[in-house]
């Protein structure tokens, strides 16, 4: 497995009228999780993209255990589980970072397309070399 954490500030936009964090603004999160695991694999999506091969989420899947507030610190837990093929699984755990306690949990289904003809298409080489590197 291969897992990073991410912390971000809950802002007050993203709250509804109860005082709670907006269900929708869970799937931003866990992009902001993916994107910096990407980082820390060595790639951005933008240097994917150069290299001709696009990323976009084939599904989503998310559970909502405690609710998330304004000035809340959240950490958002991104993990991997097993190497790319066609597609790629993304779990999530998404905490509150001052008490601990676990509020949500996600994954995300990403397939690989390739830009020039937005066909799917298998994972590149170079990515699997970096994701096996982490996996190990």
Not at 4 to 23: H, I, N
Not at 32 to 37: H, K, P, T, W
Not at 93 to 103: A, H, Q, S
Request: with cysteine; aromatic share 14%.
């Amino acid at each position: 497995m291969f897992s990073t954490e991410t912390k971000l500030k809950v802002r007050y936009s993203e709250t509804d009228q109860m005082g709670f964090v907006y269900y929708g603004n869970y799937a931003a999160y866990y992009e902001v999780g993916r994107v910096e695991m990407m980082r820390e694999l060595g790639i951005s999506y933008k240097e994917m993209e150069a290299k001709g091969c696009m990323m976009p989420i084939v599904n989503l899947s998310v559970r909502y255990l405690k609710p998330a507030h304004y000035d809340d610190t959240l950490r958002i837990k991104t993990m991997v589980h097993q190497m790319p093929d066609k597609n790629m699984f993304f779990q999530y755990e998404i905490y509150n970072d001052v008490t601990g306690k676990l509020l949500n949990l996600g994954e995300t289904k990403l397939a690989f397309v390739n830009i020039s003809t937005r066909k799917p298409m298998r994972a590149p080489e170079w990515f699997l070399e970096l994701v096996s590197a982490k996996l190990k």
